[in-house]
């Protein structure tokens, strides 16, 4: 199989195809080894997700609240957990907050001690936000700012995450305690994500408004700002362009290096891995014009990670981690969406209010060259208001 730094429509063929497999695996499991679901939960499924093919968002909204109710009826936390995150991607926030919240409760029971907004006096908040797989960092980065509006409303709060973001979580928010995942702790009431969610994001408007970035060290962002910019007259503009996730659909690299080729803006890679190979297909002999830092390691120091992404004027992604931490850090970001439905990102509007200052393009059935010609165009704009702009975010 080609990797993912190498031939990213390859991979997605193939890894297309072996989700697929997998899919109908797990489904025959199900069948042959667990409880049955109902017929009527089955083709419901099948009828939500041909509407997602098809791009029926009207039409899915209605059937998102068929398997809602479904779920409920049901006391199923896997379909409601599904209904939930379809609502959020359809711009219905209250009602994905409440299935979500009512998915975890049905898997875990709820729990004497937790928190539901109420102001805490003398009593601990507990802040979990820890995944369970650690690599995963986007519903974490995306959630980290209402842990910090949490925080408030106790005397003592701590928060629990992934030991890569306790600096900038701690930087961010200097009243709470951040400590890393392994750290045993314990609080008189606790919150997880869906808790957070619940009091603080079922309000999209509120919630775009509330938009509190998180803070990079000060110091390492002027130490990358000069650094770069002693390389460059033009503008920085930070470059994620891969993921190993194989449900991806993303641009190929001839499509990345075209991109490269015909903006006015000098690239820094935000990519991970050994990304060597592909930097020569994307510089294309100009060596210049992509930036490859290699004392940033963001699977080891995120920290590290967000100056270098904060010292940057702009940044153009994929959805992966980097896109999360560019939003949530408030730099002018384009988000570059497939047309899948596993992610987070709404699919109206150009817009999300967990990230304010980005603009989302989805690739809506289109090859991915007309796609990166509008990641031009919007970003041309961007760097065109920043420059009419006294510099700071």
């Not at 926030?93 to 299935?99: G, N, P």
């Not at 005397?155 to 750290?183: D, G």
Request: hydrophobic share 40%.
């Amino acid at each position: 199989m080609t990797s993912f730094y190498h031939g990213s429509y390859v991979r997605y063929v193939i890894g297309g195809l072996g989700l697929q497999l997998r899919r109908y695996r797990k489904a025959v499991r199900r069948l042959f080894s667990g409880p049955k679901q109902p017929r009527s939960i089955l083709e419901l499924r099948a009828k939500v997700e041909a509407l997602i093919v098809r791009r029926d968002w009207k039409g899915l909204e209605a059937g998102t609240n068929e398997m809602a109710v479904t779920a409920d009826h049901n006391c199923d936390p896997e379909l409601m957990q599904k209904a939930g995150q379809a609502f959020e991607r359809l711009g219905n926030f209250a009602r994905a907050a409440e299935l979500r919240l009512s998915a975890r409760r049905l898997r875990k029971g709820k729990s004497a001690n937790e928190w539901t907004g109420e102001n805490l006096e003398s009593d601990t908040l507990l802040i979990d936000l820890v995944e369970d797989d650690p690599r995963s960092l986007g519903r974490v980065i995306r959630h980290a700012r209402l842990a910090g509006a949490a925080a408030a409303y106790a005397q003592s709060a701590t928060i629990r995450v992934e030991p890569r973001l306790v600096s900038i979580l701690q930087r961010t928010f200097p009243k709470a305690t951040v400590i890393p995942a392994q750290q045993d702790v314990v609080g008189d009431k606790r919150a997880t994500f869906e808790d957070l969610a619940w009091v603080f994001g079922r309000d999209a408007e509120k919630l775009a408004a509330d938009f509190v970035p998180l803070r990079a060290d000060p110091e390492l962002v002027e130490t990358f700002r000069k650094r770069y910019r002693s390389m460059t007259d033009l503008p920085l503009v930070g470059l994620s362009w891969g993921s190993k996730s194989h449900t991806k659909d993303v641009p190929d690299f001839p499509e990345w290096a075209r991109f490269i080729a015909q903006t006015p803006a000098t690239f820094v890679s935000l990519q991970y891995g050994q990304i060597k190979p592909a930097l020569r297909r994307l510089r294309n002999g100009n060596d210049a014009r992509l930036i490859f830092d290699d004392s940033v390691d963001q699977m080891v120091d995120m920290d590290r990670f967000a100056a270098q992404v904060a010292a940057l004027d702009a940044v153009v992604t994929i959805s992966n981690t980097a896109a999360h931490l560019a939003g949530a850090l408030g730099v002018p970001t384009v988000f570059l969406i497939d047309d899948n439905f596993q992610t987070a990102w709404p699919v109206t509007g150009d817009r999300t209010p967990w990230y304010p200052k980005g603009i989302i393009i989805r690739k809506e059935g289109r090859p991915w060259s007309l796609v990166l010609d509008e990641a031009c165009r919007r970003l041309s704009s961007i760097l065109t208001t920043l420059s009419d702009a006294p510099r700071g975010r």
